[in-house]
């Protein structure tokens, strides 16, 4: 497995999973729909400016971005680590909105309840039968 | 929902996702097969002594574990935080063996690789058509 063939495998997944680190210290997850751009080691999400993930983000910015498929035979799954940034600028959020967007977001592309997550990964993980490689990014 | 359906839930689903945090204060996440048994606020699984995650509970307990739904219509998710054990005494062990399982442990009920995550949850959001709910357990 190279590193191009993670990025395949991780644009073909259709759901994708982020943690965060709460106030607490606790790590949180969630399902999220699949990434709006992958750029390099840069993963774009879009999401409410208003949500906790956000607010979680802003006070750590520690992230870890999962996909995973589990086949008849085969379980893959991949991790990375790395860093997240809250994107509210325009341009950013200009390049990230789709037409149907306005279906969660009322106002537009620019409702300050959009915003964009830029996830820039530092270290992979890549599971697959049991084995595991790891890459760093 | 009550806090019955939300187990209800959690017992129909295949797969889980766990998330702790490394030892450089990175979240991190991955698939693992359903629990094996679920008691109250009590979720069990099986899983290899030398794993990462097992180190990683054992240096840091707070834990996340999570079920989602993806439907046609609907997405629901159950993010549960709380404490994660690593269990190794035999009696554990014992109870949350399956015959199976010497596939993955070559040495049976005693081998030293197969210990028992048992997660205890605090805190629960509930997430179903852009609505959250919270629940303390």
Sequence with gaps: ?????????????????????????????RA????????????????????????QYRQNEKACVYFYKRGKIRYQGVAITGEMQVCTDQATKDE????????????????PDYCVLKFTGKHAEYYCDFKIETFEL
Excluded at 35 to 50: L, V
Excluded at 101 to 110: A, E, I, S
């Design 96 to 111: 990230i909105w789709r037409t149907g967007d306005r279906l969660f977001y009322k106002k537009g592309v620019t409702d």
């Design 32 to 55: 999220m729909l699949a990434p709006r751009k992958i750029c390099g080691n840069e993963i774009y999400f879009s999401t409410n400016t208003s949500s906790k993930k956000v607010e």
């Design 1 to 29: 497995m190279k590193k191009e063939q993670i990025y395949e495998f991780i644009s073909k997944q259709k759901t994708a999973f982020l943690a965060s680190v709460n106030e607490e210290g606790y790590p949180v997850l």
